[in-house]
């Protein structure tokens, strides 16, 4: 691929070699990665839905589309007017069991004074006990019955499932939910990209290969193995990636294969007429041959440019 990113334009993984000598440079074929350019969507590790966890009416709704959350955070409030209703009752409940374990408490206090002055029996005693374990038993059965209420009542609050940003809202303050359904989608665990490569590429991609975008590099960290429709899909894990858009679209050069190429220093290349022209070593002294410029490489000894036609392995190239 002629056009594209300076840090792709033909990575080269052989060595070239090296000058003879002063001002030559031979010619030897060079390993060249093959890149495809190809549009990334920019996805989140994963999408938690916010839900309700009781059904009711929200009332209360305290984030939109693209703010950011934290775990925990409420961000909604739902409200059942039954669940008030039955609060109610649990105290009103609470308050007859303690006055019934209050009167049989007073009953049992009497009735054992009485024993002791022999006016009653100790049968009429123990039931009197009896009677004050059951109303205690009541009382707490009260006090249990309204500590679930209230639990259910705090679950209203709806709480978000994770640090990140809200991407949808579905639910409106006044909108009546079921349990279960969600108030909002937040996208969660960092973004990256996601690409859909032809297939023909698939045999070629290799885990942590480097990927070029126009800011910054990334690298392949997933390739699924399953093919959809054509296309095998690429995971790329891009440092400081921004979740600001999901969804969004990023141009950027895969590396997909390898191939043998022939490339010169830049200042061997010398423009005249509108013709690129290259001096070599002749058998009967220095030559000029006109050549075909590629694209720009990079290469451990530095910048060199990809020659298509005009020059042969094993030329040695005269350098200005």
């Known amino acids: 691929m002629a056009a594209g990113f300076g840090i792709w ?82 105290e009103a409940q609470i308050s007859a069991a303690k006055s019934q374990l209050a009167n049989a408490e007073s009953e049992l206090a009497r009735y054992e004074e009485l024993l002791t002055r022999g006016a009653t029996t100790v049968q009429k005693v123990d039931q009197t006990r009896t009677t004050v374990e059951v109303a205690r038993d009541g009382v707490t059965q009260a006090e249990a019955a309204q500590a679930v209420t209230a639990r259910q009542i705090s679950e209203g609050d709806v709480l978000a499932p994770a640090d990140g940003r809200v991407l949808t809202v579905p639910a409106r303050i006044g909108a009546v939910l079921m349990p279960g359904e969600p108030v909002a989608t937040v996208a969660a665990g960092g973004a990256f990209l996601r690409l859909a490569l032809p297939e023909r590429h698939a045999e070629d991609l290799t885990m942590g290969a480097p990927v070029a975008l126009q800011q910054g590099t990334g690298q392949i960290e997933k390739i699924y193995p399953q093919i959809e429709e054509g296309r095998v899909i690429v995971d790329v894990a891009v440092a400081g990636l921004s979740d600001a858009f999901m969804g969004k679209r990023v141009l950027v050069e895969v590396p997909v294969g390898t191939r043998q190429a022939l490339a010169v220093p830049p200042e061997a290349i010398e423009t005249r007429a509108g013709l690129d022209l290259v001096r070599i070593q002749g058998a009967d002294g220095p030559v000029e041959v006109v050549v075909l410029p590629g694209a720009a490489l990079t290469t451990a000894e530095g910048a060199r440019v990809e020659i298509l036609t005009g020059l042969r392995a094993g030329d040695v190239v005269l350098l200005p």
């Open 9 to 90: 334009a033909g990575m080269v993984l052989a060595v070239l070699a090296g000058p003879l000598a002063a001002g030559e440079y031979t010619v030897q074929p060079v390993q060249v990665t093959e890149t495809k350019a190809v549009y990334g969507r920019i996805e989140s590790r994963f999408v938690a839905p916010a839900r309700g966890r009781i059904g009711g009416t929200l009332t209360e709704l305290t984030v939109s589309e693209g703010s950011m959350v934290t775990a925990g955070q409420v961000i909604g409030r739902i409200v059942d007017p039954k669940l008030e209703s039955q609060l109610l009752a649990a």
